[in-house]
Nanobody
Framework: QVQLVESGGGLVQPGGSLRLSCAAS????????MSWYRQAPGKERELVAA??????????EYADSVKGRFTISRDNAKNTTYLQMNGLKPEDTATYYC??????????WGKGSPVTVSS
């Protein structure tokens, strides 16, 4: 059974940090590109960060709104991808979703981890 399980979300003050984790199981994690999306109330889901299968330095891509503050990474040995979020702002408040994609196979979504940035 395929699972993507996000963790690490919660309530944080502006300027604070959180690290989201996404634990994958049931598929060959290392051959999938991984990404994080977010969806704020009343808004469309948007791509936050993406990392290819090999996850090399400089290979990640970011939305302009999070560049320099967020870092995506992956550990293929642990079947896990991470999103380190620093300098959080109220506008980062959203539910964050983990996504696994492959050019030839079905893609997968996690159920989401809520993040609230508020004082």
């Amino acid at each position: 059974q395929v699972q993507l399980v996000e963790s690490g979300g919660g309530l944080v003050q502006p300027g604070g940090s959180l690290r989201l984790s996404c634990a994958a199981s049931g598929f060959t994690f290392s051959i999938y590109a991984m990404s994080w999306y977010r969806q704020a109330p009343g808004k469309e889901r948007e791509l936050v960060a993406a990392i290819p299968t090999y996850g090399g330095a400089g290979s990640a891509e970011y939305a302009d709104s999070v560049k320099g503050r967020f870092t995506i990474s992956r550990d293929n040995a642990k079947n896990t991808t991470y999103l380190q979020m620093n300098g959080l702002k109220p506008e980062d408040t959203a539910t964050y979703y983990c996504h696994a994609s492959h050019r030839y196979f079905k893609d997968y979504w996690g159920k989401g981890s809520p993040v609230t940035v508020s004082s």
